[in-house]
Nanobody, 125 residues
Framework: VQLQASGGGSVQAGGSLRLSCAASGGTFRNFAMGWFRQAPGKEREFVAAIISWLGGYSTYYAASVKGRFTISRDNAKNTVALQMNSLKPEDTAVYYC?????????????????WGQGTLVTVSS
């Protein structure tokens, strides 16, 4: 399974960006998909995830992004997106998409099996 993230860039505080992650290989609809980020000098942290649940999908968000970010997936296109609104300077980080197989804890990075290369988001004040 390969993951290719895109959509990063530079934006002013209050602006928006949309990240996308394209997956190849495997059965995408069965993957739990997540976004994590890592700011300079900090550990990687959970941002959002979308996971199969009772025939549909449930979404999960870190408290710091809830209400501002939205995760979605398109199983026909094997993609997952992260719409980021009302961006803040503290959202500046490299953003990684990840795919997990089987039962996972949404926020637990070690549960994910595959990782993309990361895309840089810079938010200026």
């Amino acid at each position: 399974v390969q993951l290719q993230a895109s959509g990063g860039g530079s934006v002013q505080a209050g602006g928006s960006l949309r990240l996308s992650c394209a997956a190849s290989g495997g059965t995408f609809r069965n993957f739990a998909m997540g976004w994590f980020r890592q700011a300079p000098g900090k550990e990687r942290e959970f941002v959002a995830a979308i996971i199969s649940w009772l025939g549909g999908y449930s979404t999960y968000y870190a408290a710091s992004v809830k209400g501002r970010f939205t995760i979605s997936r398109d199983n026909a296109k094997n993609t997952v997106a992260l719409q980021m609104n009302s961006l803040k300077p503290e959202d500046t980080a490299v953003y990684y998409c990840a795919a997990g197989v089987g039962r996972i804890i949404a926020s637990r990075a070690d549960d994910y099996n595959y990782w993309g290369q990361g895309t840089l988001v810079t938010v200026s004040s």
